[in-house]
């Protein structure tokens, strides 16, 4: 940070001047195109998402473009390219260069991301336009200030993107022991069963009334299907009472029990409670027999399985039921085979899910280093007019 300090003091000893992002920048929206329209090349078609919608045969925009999404789910999400792109259902921002560098202004909105994200209107599609952000102040330090913050932030991006891509080959190597581990040809003389079979129970839950404030915001934890997603539940986002529970089918279940989501969008997913719990009807509860199975084995053969558990779910969200879940086979070798295969894959899975350690706890300790620095770097005492 000395060397910003120093150009700082050197070119700005005064202080820096803020702009309405509107008097310094041009908006330009896209141009609409649909999928059958598309023809097939290799530049990105910027619309409503994270990433590109498809790929075309042609551009509208070459050089620097900072696009943001313009309508859906992710209406405002700020992306920036230096290779040609066809913005379509988003805008482009075109900063006045003479004032402003393409990249500087493209930190500083990522900066303003969860602004720019408020500003999407309610009610139908989500949309943002141009004018819907031109309120936002931009500092306007000297060029050679921008291209120094820009150098800093761009070195953390590639820090943080080089950790992303081992993150990632950590996860293919993970799934490929996984799918290797859990693989029993038929010479192995594994046995095989249902869910059910080596379960002592089965259970699902229930959801109180929601129009009974008392049954809610008690001590009793209740785990939702949104909740469940490969993770160990240690507590849950919703609570119910006594009340709630007496009058309901929500019922307690123990710790250890293998969860299965059965219906919306983490249909087939699952989870472990660590603690006891109840749960709403749309999760099927697996209390494993430990004489025949260890509750965590069965949750990496679950979780392996998500595929094609998933396929056998019924309409639009692939919604389960109990029985499918009790008659889905499953390998049982022995219990200490079991743990070998438990002891590998728990480790692999802490590497690369555990955010408390490994290499997604250096990710999230960049990325909040990222998030300080850019707050920083972007902030300067304001010029007196």
């Not at 009793?220 to 160990?232: A, K």
Request: proline content about 5%; glycine content about 8%.
């Amino acid at each position: 940070m000395s060397r910003i300090d120093d150009l700082v003091a050197e070119r700005a000893p005064k202080g820096v001047k803020s702009c309405a992002l509107d008097t310094v920048v041009k908006f330009r929206r896209g141009t609409s195109i649909t999928k059958s329209a598309v023809t097939a090349g290799v530049v990105p078609v910027i619309a409503g998402g994270r990433s590109p919608a498809y790929f075309h045969s042609a551009s509208n925009r070459t050089g620097e473009t900072i696009a943001v999404a313009g309508s859906g789910a992710y209406a405002g999400f700020v992306s920036y390219w230096d290779i040609p792109v066809f913005v379509s259902d988003a805008f482009s921002v075109h900063p006045d260069v003479s004032l402003l560098l393409p990249k500087y202004v493209y930190y500083f909105l990522l900066a303003k991301q969860d602004v720019i994200h408020s500003t999407k209107t309610v009610g139908g599609v989500p949309h943002v336009k141009g004018a819907d952000i031109g309120f936002l102040r931009i500092p306007v330090p000297p060029l050679e200030i921008q291209h120094e913050i820009v150098r800093i932030l761009d070195t953390f991006t590639e820090l943080e993107a080089e950790l992303e891509a081992e993150l990632e080959a950590r996860k293919r190597q993970y799934a490929y022991y996984r799918d290797s581990l859990l693989s029993f040809p038929e010479a192995a003389g594994v046995r095989w069963a249902t869910m059910g079979e080596i379960c002592t129970k089965v259970t699902s839950g229930g959801t109180p009334s929601s129009g009974r404030t008392d049954y809610y915001g008690g001590d009793i934890p209740w785990l939702r299907t949104q909740e469940v997603d490969y993770t160990d539940i240690t507590q849950t986002g919703m609570t119910i009472t006594e009340a709630g529970l007496k009058n309901s089918s929500a019922k307690w279940i123990p710790p250890n029990c293998v969860i299965v989501a059965m219906y919306g969008a983490t249909a087939a997913k699952v989870a472990v409670n660590a603690i006891p719990l109840t749960t709403n009807q749309a999760c099927c509860n697996l209390q494993v027999d430990p004489a025949q199975a260890e509750y965590r084995y069965v949750f990496h053969w679950v979780a392996n399985e998500y595929e094609c558990l998933k396929g056998l779910g019924e309409g639009s969200q692939s919604n389960l039921n109990a029985q499918k879940v009790k008659n889905y086979p499953i390998p049982v070798p022995s219990l200490e085979h079991q743990r070998e295969i438990v002891s590998i894959l728990d480790n692999f899975d802490a590497l690369v899910n555990d955010l408390s350690i490994g290499l997604p706890a250096e990710l999230n300790a960049r990325r909040k280093q990222y998030e300080y620095y850019r707050d920083k770097l972007l902030t300067f005492d304001e010029a007196v007019s």
